[in-house]
């Protein structure tokens, strides 16, 4: 099976990412995947993309129609793939997804789009052809947040993840984006970071890496905003700043591609045991 697959022990004399992999040789521990065909790698992105879906639905993500979760398509770089329009996040399966352009045009799948959502990640991934992925929710905690337009502060480790990493964008807050310029400042503002608040609307992560790593900021940045919000509830006592250094340390070692790849795993590891028929 894929779960186990990922679970598998890595070559000796191997190059570590991170300080979390084991030094001793011979342990199991996830292994980033290699593939045999552009096949192999698209079905896995379309696989890792509904869980990501199914996640989104476990953690209290969905909202109705909104929310999209996008990744390129290995072979055809200017298509990228999506989840259906007005399918529950909890219900989407591999086989529902929708390949489309950058002009909105579907090029495979039974399923319509959502057009706020394609505008948004159309700009996004054809002004950053180095992004593999991106998400949009309309999370509780993420929308609150993102209301009083301020980025988050060092003020927990996890926080740290996005660090310099970050930016709020006031640019069309509030306002539905159906034109297609509408998703263009978004696509600017994540030229130099991973993850957007977009300031009265919500979050908005991308990575360079996979899904895997995008989902799994996402959930975390909602994480943040919900800890920032808690925080800022207590207002007759300040939290104290994390040193401008050690937050930067925190940053490189915690939020790094490898990290949220590595994060993912494990909420792979549990949804696809609990609902294996996303791989329909």
């Given at each position: 099976?894929?779960?186990?697959?990922a679970?598998?022990?890595?070559?000796?004399?191997?190059?570590?990412?991170?300080v979390y992999?084991?030094?001793q040789?011979?342990?199991?521990f996830?292994?980033?995947?290699?593939f045999?065909?552009?096949a192999e790698?698209r079905?896995?992105?379309?696989e890792?993309?509904?869980?990501?879906?199914?996640?989104f639905a476990?953690h209290?993500f969905?909202?109705?129609?909104?929310?999209?979760?996008?990744?390129?398509?290995?072979e055809?770089?200017?298509?990228f793939?999506?989840?259906?329009m007005?399918?529950?996040?909890s219900?989407v399966?591999?086989?529902?997804?929708v390949?489309?352009?950058?002009?909105?045009?579907?090029?495979?799948?039974?399923y319509?789009?959502?057009?706020?959502?394609?505008?948004?990640?159309?700009?996004?991934?054809?002004q950053?052809?180095?992004?593999?992925?991106?998400?949009?929710a309309?999370?509780?905690?993420?929308?609150?947040?993102?209301a009083f337009?301020?980025p988050?502060?060092?003020?927990t480790?996890?926080a740290?993840?996005?660090?310099?990493?970050?930016?709020?964008?006031?640019?069309?807050?509030g306002?539905?984006?159906?034109a297609q310029e509408?998703?263009h400042?978004?696509?600017?503002?994540f030229?130099?970071?991973?993850?957007?608040?977009?300031?009265?609307?919500?979050?908005?992560?991308?990575?360079?890496?996979?899904i895997d790593d995008?989902?799994?900021?996402?959930?975390?940045?909602?994480h943040?905003?919900?800890m920032q919000l808690?925080?800022?509830?207590a207002q007759e006592?300040r939290p104290?700043?994390?040193?401008?250094?050690f937050?930067?340390?925190?940053?490189?070692?915690?939020?790094n591609?490898?990290?949220?790849w590595l994060?993912f795993q494990?909420?792979?590891?549990e949804?696809?045991?609990?609902q294996?028929d996303?791989?329909?």
């Amino acid at each position: 099976m894929l779960m186990e697959a990922a679970q598998s022990k890595p070559q000796p004399g191997a190059q570590k990412k991170s300080v979390y992999q084991p030094n001793q040789e011979g342990l199991i521990f996830p292994q980033e995947p290699v593939f045999n065909s552009v096949a192999e790698e698209r079905q896995h992105r379309k696989e890792r993309l509904a869980a990501a879906c199914r996640l989104f639905a476990k953690h209290g993500f969905s909202f109705g129609f909104g929310g999209h979760l996008t990744v390129r398509d290995p072979e055809h770089p200017d298509l990228f793939w999506t989840n259906p329009m007005a399918v529950p996040f909890s219900m989407v399966k591999a086989s529902m997804l929708v390949l489309v352009d950058h002009g909105g045009k579907v090029i495979e799948g039974k399923y319509a789009i959502n057009q706020a959502g394609y505008v948004l990640h159309s700009a996004i991934h054809e002004q950053n052809p180095d992004i593999v992925a991106s998400c949009h929710a309309h999370t509780v905690h993420g929308g609150a947040w993102a209301a009083f337009g301020r980025p988050l502060s060092p003020v927990t480790q996890d926080a740290c993840m996005f660090y310099g990493d970050h930016a709020v964008l006031g640019d069309g807050a509030g306002k539905v984006p159906v034109a297609q310029e509408s998703g263009h400042p978004v696509a600017r503002a994540f030229a130099t970071n991973k993850a957007i608040i977009h300031q009265n609307h919500g979050l908005l992560v991308a990575s360079r890496h996979s899904i895997d790593d995008a989902c799994w900021h996402f959930i975390a940045l909602d994480h943040c905003c919900r800890m920032q919000l808690m925080i800022e509830a207590a207002q007759e006592i300040r939290p104290k700043e994390i040193d401008a250094k050690f937050a930067g340390y925190s940053r490189e070692h915690l939020g790094n591609e490898f990290i949220g790849w590595l994060h993912f795993q494990t909420l792979f590891a549990e949804i696809s045991h609990l609902q294996p028929d996303l791989f329909d």
